[in-house]
């Protein structure tokens, strides 16, 4: 068992040094998948409580990993319950020492998961934030990997080519949630309005002007 753990450990690590040789400038997103493959493989093996801590502290830096990535608050919601499980988690993990009652322990989780939240809302708001306009995690890849699948020509998902159908014929019908613009040509027979959906969120440290594309197809 330890043998195919030990095995499978040397292919992960394989797999983190590929991916962080084609895209050496962001190291995060291979750094989580090497936490996540760790953390499976390491659940096949606990002999001890410290390999419990272990894992705890291992789902800490996964948590802020994540907290990185976020583009909305609401990503505070999640830190609560994480924040609870892991304080009665230290919490149990006295029981072994013939400690207080498991009710006792679980109040003692939730008050220690109450302070560590007040605790971090005091630093979210003591610390400095820093000036100016700058970007951060633009949507984009350093490089793509799969340049070799890419087809050679526009392909827009809201105007599929179906089979059998001849757009010169008659056009396609009217998408408000893709721009006719992104195709391989442009069918000016096309009549609509664009509706208001999302396509793309950008975190900056302060709300800018981004120019984009809203209007209609009336001809």
Known sequence: MKLAIVALIFGVARDFFVVLVANPYDPRIPLVRLF????????????????LKYSLASAVVLMAVGAVYARETAFGLLLV???????????????????????????LGVRLSVAVLVCAALAFMLVPRGQGLRLRGMP????????????????????????????EQAPPVFNPQG?????????????????????????????????????????
């Open 140 to 167: 984009v890849s350093a490089k793509l990997l799969w340049v070799a699948r890419l087809h050679t020509r526009i392909v827009n998902p809201a105007y599929p080519d179906e089979p059998g159908t001849d757009p």
């Open 179 to 219: 721009y006719v613009g992104f195709s391989t040509y442009v069918d000016l027979r096309l009549r609509g309005v664009l509706d208001d959906t999302l396509v793309l969120r950008v975190r900056a440290t302060r709300p800018g002007y981004w120019r984009g594309l809203r209007g209609a197809a009336g001809g």
């Open 81 to 107: 319950p994480f924040t609870v499980a892991a304080g009665i988690s230290l919490a149990a993990m006295q029981a072994e020492h013939g400690g207080p009652s498991w009710w006792a322990l679980l109040g």
């Open 36 to 51: 996540l493959w760790l953390q499976v493989l390491h659940s096949f093996d606990l002999p001890a409580r410290k390999d």
